[in-house]
């Protein structure tokens, strides 16, 4: 991921970070060790997914972009997207970007590309019950994945990125399906998910670079790795907290670099075992966990409610304290 429209800057920290870990895992034997499930890693089937064509939807070129003031909204809104605590730190509570789901600074196919989301809408959500606009669906990734609050419509900031999605979607077809649009819908596991399975795989494909607590990688101040689990990553009403969305999204872009070397089940397993620690409260929380799950998260997908390790997650800690009440604070003054 680059800062795309700043040009001959110096290194930023996170190619630094990126070339020194990813260097490091060339040099680790990952996919040679032994698969979880007992079979070796090298003869392990890797389950069929929907193939995502060779030409998905390609953006416009960034020398398309006029130098005027709507190109200039454009080039806010990718930083804005790119280094969100920096450009929009007074609405975030936690050290993730835009950037940290939808790779490539929202351009990569099968990382839900803002070139696939923006045609998408107005649109009705299961979620909150009614037809939302696009600045809706921005609004709530800033209350759930970022354990925020969400910008006010007509605030520039929801304004620039709205206007820098749109910019990806040029061409696009309005409300039309398009290959790599959001993540991968996985077929069912062959087994169960596993915890114990999952863990494993963590081990030996990511917790190189997030940290085997799972708490993520920074240098010079700036997230490089984001925090997957923990009081700064995102909170129980994100959709990486469903199971199917963080396992169709860890097949087809982790490890970084290494997108699909996974096989569907180890993708199941590990998407489980991240989802199975605590983390930020859901910010709808009714005061009880068990009416919570009921009304917002009552699906297998879920690990809200449920008891892993004696402990029922999403439970409120110590002296009634959530674990999204230390609250993360931005170390740059926002716009």
């Not at 089937?45 to 006029?66: C, D, G, I, N, R």
């Not at 749109?166 to 290959?179: D, R, V």
Request: proline share 11%.
């Amino acid at each position: 991921m680059t800062d795309r429209f700043r040009p001959g800057r110096h290194p930023h920290p996170y190619r630094r970070a990126l070339a020194a870990l990813l260097g490091a895992a060339a040099c680790v034997p990952a996919f040679a060790a032994a698969d979880p499930s007992g079979a070796p890693a090298a003869t392990t089937a890797v389950a069929a997914v929907t193939p995502t064509p060779a030409q998905p939807f390609t953006p416009p070129a960034e020398s398309a972009l006029p130098d005027d003031e709507f190109g200039k909204t454009v080039k806010l809104g990718e930083r804005i997207f790119m280094h969100t605590p920096e450009f929009a730190g007074k609405y975030v509570g936690n050290p993730l970007t835009c950037a940290s789901c939808h790779l490539d600074a929202g351009r990569r196919a099968d990382s839900s590309p803002m070139w696939g989301a923006y045609p998408l809408y107005p649109a009705y959500r299961i979620k909150n019950g009614h037809v939302n606009t696009f600045a809706e669906r921005l609004q709530g990734c800033f209350r759930y994945s970022m354990n925020g609050k969400a910008p006010p419509n007509g605030d520039p900031i929801l304004v620039a990125l709205e206007t820098y999605a749109y910019w990806l979607a040029q061409g696009a077809p309005i409300g039309g399906k398009l290959p790599g649009q959001g993540f991968p819908k996985l077929p069912p596991p062959a087994q169960k998910p596993d915890h114990a399975r999952g863990a494993a795989v963590y081990a030996q494909h990511c917790a190189l670079c997030h940290g085997a607590d799972g708490q993520g990688q920074s240098s010079g101040g700036k997230t490089v790795f984001p925090p997957l689990w923990g009081a700064r990553s995102f909170n129980w009403g994100a959709g990486m907290g469903d199971i199917r969305n963080a396992a169709g999204f860890i097949k087809a872009n982790m490890p970084l670099g290494l997108g699909g070397t996974l096989t569907d089940q180890q993708a199941w397993d590990v998407a489980t075992f991240m989802d199975s620690h605590e983390r930020p409260q859901d910010p709808r929380f009714t005061g009880s966990v068990e009416a919570t799950r009921a009304r917002f998260h009552d699906n297998p997908d879920s690990m809200y409610g449920r008891t892993v390790n004696g402990r029922v997650l999403g439970a409120p800690g110590p002296r009634g304290r959530d674990h999204g009440s230390q609250r993360y604070t931005t170390m740059l003054e926002p716009l």
